[in-house]
């Protein structure tokens, strides 16, 4: 199969009509797209992903009033974080609707639910007229794609089309509250920060990183670039050298004497470069990165969670 690269929206859909699969932009990273209501077509995910059929995927819907298309109820709080929050970096954990194909939700009677902001995502989700089913649209526990050349160089050849949207402004996934549990759950911290939710949901409570899994995705390998991934306190901690990269807060002493180099001005930045850094440096060959740790508050906390990941091998 060969990879059309797409810039209008509703050229995009149509390829969702006829049961293919699509990668396009969201704020967070990029999504790889199928009809949720067509098995065949979200069967066509799991495989060009090599993702392990165990893990649900995420139904993205244009706006609010289409929710109950996916989910068979929508209780009190998650209104109110839809209300909130949405159209934004945020997914909703909430009874799956009768209607959504077991393959979506990898048989658990919940679904995920989110409404992207992005206007490219927006337009072409308006355009599907179906709630569209997406992971990450990286290979299987690779980094997410952050920009649609690293969706290129990970799945040309096994999808049916790229749409373009230019780069994805957070760079990380969103934050998943599960909903169905009482006080709700956050099961991966993202852009919606902990201190945010509370503010409509005072009650919620973070899943722990170790102990019994709630949600299937945090238990398989994730995020992780060819090269080994280190973490350090302080670019002072790292032994540089050509094959080596940095990234992280601070400046090293000697940055010419790495291979790639990332100072961010801020977690935000940080958290927007992480991915397409790691794609830039498998790219250029690196064999390790240094990462410098942020402090897990606000959105260090998913910058931590990912780093951990990355590192864990
Ligand atoms: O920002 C994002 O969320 C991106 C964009 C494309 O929307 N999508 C994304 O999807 O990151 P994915 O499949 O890479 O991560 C979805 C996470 C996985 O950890 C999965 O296990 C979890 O959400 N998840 C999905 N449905 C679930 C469910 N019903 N119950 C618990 N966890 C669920
Ligand atoms: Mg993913």
Known sequence: ?????????????????????????TETVYGLGADAFNPEAVQ???????????????????????????????????????????PGPLTLILPRHPEVPRIVTAGLDTVGVRIPAHPVAQAFLTACNTPVAAPSANPSGRPSPT??????????????????????????????VDCTTAPPTILRPGAVTRAELRTVAPDITLAPATGPVRSPGQKHRHYTPSATVRLVETPADASPDSTSAFIGIDAPARPSAYGRVAVCADVAAYA??????????????????????????????????????????
């Open 272 to 313: 927007h470069a992480l991915f397409d850094f790691f794609f830039q440096c498998d790219r250029d060959g690196i064999q390790q990165i240094y990462c410098q740790r942020v402090t897990s508050e606000g959105l260090g906390l998913a910058l931590m969670d990912r780093l951990e990941r990355a590192a864990a091998r």
């Open 44 to 86: 066509r995910i799991f495989e060009a992903k090599g993702r392990p059929s165990d893990n649900p995927l995420i139904v993205h819907v244009a706006t609010a009033a289409e929710v109950p298309r996916a989910a068979a109820a929508v209780p009190p709080v998650a209104e109110r974080l839809l209300e909130r929050f949405t």
């Open 147 to 176: 920009s649609w050349e690293a969706v290129k160089a990970g799945l040309d050849g096994r999808i049916a089309a790229i749409l373009k949207g230019g780069r994805a402004n957070v760079g990380l996934e969103s934050t998943v």
């Open 1 to 25: 199969m060969s990879t059309r690269l797409l810039t209008d929206p509703t050229e995009a859909a149509t390829y969702i009509k006829a049961g293919q699969v699509v990668a396009f932009p």
